[in-house]
């Protein structure tokens, strides 16, 4: 069986690696346009930020490592211009010497990846503006950072002059995660850093109260973010520096500027060869990473999948379906039965020491396609026993289904334990689990790692309150006519307090229940929700309506107050 794999890096380079361990007599053919096979392109932020120093430490595999260790022909710097779907033939340019030769196959696999987005402003092509999705990209950032940094050796040895003008002025353009972690880096490479981004929150696919959270941590650590504005053009400064112009009117000058507007499949050759596109734009495949040609497959970030929860189609560029998916055609085109279960779009990003990580869907998607059945939760427990030293607050929103308890998506941010959480939720929610399971979901626990009820049983304990009616619930953006009911002790109001609410701390509540009234709901507010929680609980059994308000204080001002906790 002959196997052409085209793009040599996640998706192809895991299908070309699994083909092999399963059918040691297949002819396999994995081509790649650029100069590297499997390369570290999540490293590349890192690189230009100097965490890894060396090039060659991205090089996770090499076109040697191919032939000799898996009998591949793996061919770099070679392109496939052209499919014929019919002849089951593929024209493969050699990109050095610009020779044609034409192949057939009996299956082929795509992953050509997706691109980045490069609109079409004026001045996109001046010299400093960059993007980041390759080596070659990494190393032309840092050759352009070094150049201006040369003036650090000293004045010039004749005229006593600086002759090298120093960069020191970046702009990032979009603010998804390649976008942040690029700014993040920058600023370790002491450039002072603008962070322009159209939408009005950073990362997307968090919800906007998560996300200001994250805004205030980086602006923290010397980002200055220009949300709700997007890039108009890009003008030529004096001293080689590029002026950024942005919708607004404002104009942001830069020596160095990265693009990172986001990525679009390429459905170039699937187009040329007659696949069906999908209405995402990716090449649309099955559970089998079939496209609509039986003898074609497609993977990675150039494919739509189906979200593992609302079931639309969707676009999800991320290194580990790109891998699995890699390995899923590989199974199926060596006879066996492997199925992908969608993506869930687990991620997670590390800035300045904390992270940020989500699974599943956001209230917004939920908004989005109108689905009602949910209610969500936010919790601040501690990443580890807090009478452990180092333990730090870590921010939870989970979202789950009202009718059942099904987990449904999890946002989760702080500067310890965020990693273990989110991936704990993400494969509970793959495994469709409920907030009951969570509730006992038997996790490990020292002080130093965790706490013995750790924070994902206690989002199970807390959204299960709220279900079973123990904890009812409400949100900031819901309170109206309620009475609300502080229960803090008044040294915490002086540092903030919400106008109209009655004071009464927790441990005076039982005393003085006659000051609330019994013909009107009462909303407990705290800081975090558990004292707002107790004193619901004492409320309902005395026979008042009460709620508790989800998240107290902590949510309801979420960026200013969490890192300040
Ligand atoms: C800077 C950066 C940081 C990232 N960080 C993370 C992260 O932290 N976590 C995470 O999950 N994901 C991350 N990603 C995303 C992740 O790298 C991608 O989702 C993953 O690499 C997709 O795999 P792929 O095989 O679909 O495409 P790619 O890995 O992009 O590989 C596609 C390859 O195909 C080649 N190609 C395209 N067309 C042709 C052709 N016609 N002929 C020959 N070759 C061709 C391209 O040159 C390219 O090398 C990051 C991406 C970037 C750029």
């Known amino acids: 069986m002959k196997v052409i794999i085209v793009g040599g890096v996640a998706g192809g380079a895991s299908c070309a690696a699994?083909?092999?361990?399963?059918?040691?007599?297949?002819?396999?053919?994995?081509?790649?346009?650029?100069p590297y096979v499997s390369y570290a392109n999540c490293g590349l932020p890192y690189h230009v930020g100097g965490v890894i120093e060396k090039e060659s430490s991205l090089l996770v595999a090499s076109e040697k490592t191919f032939r000799e260790q898996f009998a591949i022909d793996c061919r770099t710097n070679c392109e496939a211009i052209k499919i014929s779907a019919d002849k089951k033939t593929v024209d493969l340019r050699d990109v050095a010497t610009g020779e044609v030769t034409t192949v057939s196959y009996d299956k082929l696999v795509l992953s050509p990846g997706a691109p980045s987005v490069r609109p079409p402003l004026p001045g996109i092509d001046l010299a400093g503006i960059f993007q980041v999705r390759t080596v070659p990209d990494a190393r032309a950032i840092r050759e352009w950072i070094?150049?201006?940094?040369?003036?650090?050796?000293?004045?010039?040895?004749?005229?006593?002059?600086?002759?090298?003008?120093?960069?020191?002025?970046?702009?990032?353009?979009?603010?998804?995660?390649?976008?942040?972690?690029?700014?993040e880096n920058l600023v370790h490479r002491g450039f002072d850093v603008t962070l322009v981004e159209?939408?009005?929150?950073?990362?997307?696919?968090?919800?906007?109260?998560?996300?200001?959270?994250?805004?205030?941590?980086?602006?923290?650590?010397?980002?200055?973010?220009?949300?709700?504005?997007?890039?108009?053009?890009?003008k030529l400064a004096a001293n080689d520096a590029v002026d950024v112009l942005t919708k607004s009117g404002k104009t942001y000058p830069a020596d160095i500027v990265i693009l990172s507007l986001g990525v679009r499949p390429d459905t170039t050759l699937a187009k040329m060869a007659g696949l069906k596109i999908g209405e995402r734009g990716g090449i649309r495949v099955d559970e089998q990473m079939r496209t609509s040609n039986p003898d074609i497959f497609a993977v990675g970030d150039a494919v739509e999948v189906k979200d593992f929860v609302t079931g639309e189609w969707s676009l999800i560029a991320l290194a580990g379906p790109a891998n699995r998916q890699g390995r899923i055609a590989a199974d199926v085109i060596a006879g066996r039965n492997s199925h992908f279960r969608g993506s869930q779009g687990t991620?997670?990003?590390?800035?300045?020491?904390?992270?940020?990580?989500?699974?599943?869907?956001?209230?917004?998607?939920?908004?989005?396609?109108?689905?009602?059945?949910?209610?969500?939760?936010?919790?601040?427990?501690?990443?580890?026993?807090?009478?452990?030293?180092?333990?730090?607050?870590i921010?939870?929103?989970?979202?789950?289904?009202?009718?059942?308890?099904?987990?449904?998506?999890?946002?989760?941010?702080?500067?310890?334990?965020?990693?273990?959480?989110?991936?704990?939720?993400?494969?509970?929610?793959?495994?469709?689990?409920?907030?009951?399971?969570?509730?006992?979901?038997?996790?490990?626990?020292?002080?130093?790692?965790?706490?013995?009820?750790?924070?994902?049983?206690?989002?199970?304990?807390?959204?299960?309150?709220?279900?079973?009616?123990?904890?009812?619930?409400?949100?900031?953006d819901s309170a109206e006519e309620e009475l609300l009911l502080d229960v803090r002790e008044p040294v915490e109001l002086a540092v903030e307090s919400v106008p109209g609410a009655v004071n009464i701390p927790l441990s005076q509540l039982r005393a003085r229940l006659g000051e609330l009234p019994r013909n009107r709901e009462i909303l407990v507010i705290c800081r975090s929700g558990q004292r707002a929680y107790y004193a619901t609980r004492i409320?309902?059994?005395?026979?008042?309506?009460?709620?508790?308000?989800?998240?107290?204080?902590?949510?309801?001002t979420h960026a200013e107050t969490f890192w300040a906790s």
């Open 18 to 34: 699994r083909l092999r361990r399963l059918d040691e007599k297949a002819e396999i053919l994995m081509v790649e346009r650029g």
């Open 198 to 234: 159209m939408l009005d929150q950073v990362l997307a696919p968090l919800d906007q109260e998560m996300a200001r959270i994250v805004e205030g941590y980086v602006e923290r650590h010397g980002i200055h973010l220009a949300l709700n504005d997007g890039v108009a053009g890009f």
């Open 539 to 556: 409320l309902l059994q005395k026979g008042f309506k009460a709620r508790t308000l989800a998240g107290g204080m902590l949510s309801r």
């Open 146 to 183: 070094e150049k201006g940094s040369l003036f650090l050796s000293g004045m010039h040895k004749y005229s006593g002059f600086q002759t090298v003008r120093p960069k020191t002025r970046a702009v990032v353009i979009g603010g998804g995660f390649i976008g942040l972690e690029m700014a």
């Open 395 to 476: 921010a939870m929103k989970v979202i789950f289904r009202e009718s059942d308890g099904r987990l449904l998506g999890a946002q989760v941010l702080g500067e310890d334990g965020v990693d273990k959480r989110i991936s704990a939720l993400a494969v509970a929610l793959q495994m469709g689990a409920t907030i009951y399971d969570l509730e006992e979901a038997e996790l490990c626990y020292a002080p130093q790692f965790g706490s013995a009820k750790d924070p994902i049983n206690f989002a199970g304990m807390v959204a299960a309150d709220v279900i079973r009616g123990d904890m009812p619930l409400s949100h900031w």
């Open 347 to 393: 991620s997670i990003i590390g800035l300045f020491g904390a992270a940020a990580a989500w699974t599943g869907a956001s209230e917004k998607t939920l908004n989005r396609i109108g689905d009602k059945d949910y209610e969500k939760i936010y919790l601040y427990p501690n990443s580890h026993a807090g009478y452990y030293p180092g333990a730090k607050p």
